[in-house]
Every structure is written in C-alpha cells, then in structure tokens.
C-alpha cells in the first residue's frame, strides 16, 4: 500500500516555474517506481514523466521535454516535478502515482494514486 499526497500547485504567469512535490507513504523497504500525469479540462488524463525508484531512470512526454524535471529523494519519500518555461496549455489537474515495480507511461499500470493538485498558467 503507498499513500500518496501532491502539494505545490497553484497560479503562475506563463514563462514561470512551479514545483510539485509527491509524498508517499509506503510499507518500510517497498520499492517503487512513480509517474507524474495530468488532466486537462474536458480532456483525458495523460503522461508527464516517470522515475524508476533509483532515480536513475526517468522518461518523459515530448510535450515536457526540456522545461520538466522529474527527480526524488527516497530520504524523504518525495518525487517532485520542477516545472519551469510554463504554458497556458500546461493547465491541469495534476496527479502522482505509483507501482511496485519499472516505470511505464501507460497509467493503466499504476497502482496507487494521489488527489491531484491544481496547476493553472495565465497567458
């Protein structure tokens, strides 16, 4: 069972950066890979980035590339997504989520989920 809680949205101007932190709760010495998505409104939910759970491993949306970094500190239990060069087109609702094992893009593959947290860019 991983319990997980993001902080850190809220409203930016358009070219400013933002940073999301997910903490999780997890049973001690689980392993575990976390991926980041987002659901704009009226639209599906879709891939951000993932990080494998060494931090060694990270992917990414072609849509993010370049301006969104995906890292952790298992110290901390804490995956964070920095977010800089923000668009108007990167509102969303955002959300963490997390599996046992290799990170995958396909959200139908996690298995634990957070609340999401909201992340509106103005024009």
């Known amino acids: 069972q991983v319990l997980l809680v993001e902080s850190g949205g809220g409203l930016v101007q358009a070219g400013g950066s933002l940073r999301l932190s997910c903490a999780a709760s997890?049973?001690?010495?689980?392993?575990?890979?976390v991926g980041w998505f987002r659901q704009a409104p009226g639209k599906g939910r879709e891939f951000v980035a993932a990080?494998?759970?060494?931090?060694?491993?990270?992917y990414y949306a072609d849509s993010v590339k370049g301006r969104f970094t995906i890292s952790r500190d298992n110290a901390k239990n804490t995956v964070y997504l920095q977010m800089n060069s923000l668009k108007p087109e990167d509102t969303a609702v955002y959300y963490c989520a997390a599996r046992p094992t290799l990170p995958t893009m396909d959200q139908r593959y996690y298995d634990y989920w957070g609340q999401g947290t909201q992340v509106t860019v103005s024009s």
């Open positions: 990080i494998s759970w060494s931090g060694g491993n990270t």
């Open positions: 997890a049973s001690t010495g689980s392993r575990y890979a």
